[in-house]
């Protein structure tokens, strides 16, 4: 059974850089699938990070490109999400799943993020 | 402003019919981009309900069902049940501006 699991920091300061990570069990990424975050700002909808393929390659959300950055390591067999210079518009319940035959059948249990001083 | 349109709430009374409608554009839906909807129950991660446009995971009632037509697509629940409460969202593919994974801003079912 697929499982994910977020992990990484509950407080950002402002202008830091949010670091999330989602490990993977029960299926090796480097064996396929897309692979991706999603956030969901408190008490509003679901908006996408972005996806990484296990090869690496990877597609953005164009209104948060500029500040994302998301990696695989498949030796861990896991992947990552890099957010610089957060604000509080960044707090959120951050999520990780699996793009398969478009949609996301596996999600991770979602990780808050705040962002405050 | 979410790429694909969700009403922000319905309601309906135990038994009921309900539906969701999920608008598009050619880009995304009127491209022929399948559609899937999720239900999150509060504190929880989404899970699929439909996918690719009217497909049931397996231990999702038939009581669910979806369909697609044009630039739009439809969440029908019939027989609604107190443990339907919840919020539903649609996601599609979106080929415009190399955009990719779109939602919708979300529905929230309360059941009278």
């Known amino acids: 059974q697929v499982q994910l699991q977020e992990s990484g920091p509950g407080l950002v300061k402002p202008s830091e850089t949010l670091s999330l990570t989602c490990a993977v069990s029960?299926?090796?990424?480097?064996?396929?699938?897309?692979w991706g975050w999603i956030r969901q700002p408190p008490g509003k909808g679901l908006e996408l990070i972005g996806n990484?393929?296990?090869?690496?390659?990877?597609y953005y959300n164009p209104s948060l490109k500029s500040r994302v950055t998301i990696s695989v390591d498949t030796s861990k067999n896991q992947f990552s999400l890099k957010l610089t210079s957060v604000t509080a518009a960044d707090t959120a319940v951050y999520y990780c799943?699996?793009?398969?035959?478009?949609?996301?059948?596996?999600w991770g249990q979602g990780t808050l993020v705040t962002v405050s001083s | 402003q979410s790429v694909l349109t969700q009403p922000p709430s319905v309601s309906g009374a135990p038994g009921q019919r309900v539906t969701i409608s999920c608008t598009g554009t050619?880009?995304?839906?009127?491209?022929?981009?399948?559609v899937h909807w999720y239900q999150q129950l509060p504190g929880t991660a989404p899970k699929v309900l439909i996918y690719?446009?009217?497909n049931r995971p397996s231990g999702v009632p038939d009581r669910f069902s979806g369909s697609k037509s044009g630039t739009s697509a439809s969440l029908a629940i019939t027989g609604l049940q107190a443990e339907d409460e919840a919020d539903y969202y649609c996601?599609?593919?979106?080929?415009?501006?190399?955009?990719?994974?779109?939602f919708g801003g979300g529905t929230k079912l309360t059941v009278l």
């Open positions: 690719g446009n009217s």
């Open positions: 050619r880009s995304n839906i009127g491209a022929g981009s399948d």
């Open positions: 990484i393929y296990h090869s690496g390659s990877t």
């Open positions: 799943a699996r793009l398969q035959d478009g949609h996301y059948l596996h």
């Open positions: 029960g299926y090796s990424i480097s064996s396929g699938y897309y």
């Open positions: 996601q599609s593919f979106d080929s415009s501006l190399n955009a990719y994974v779109v």
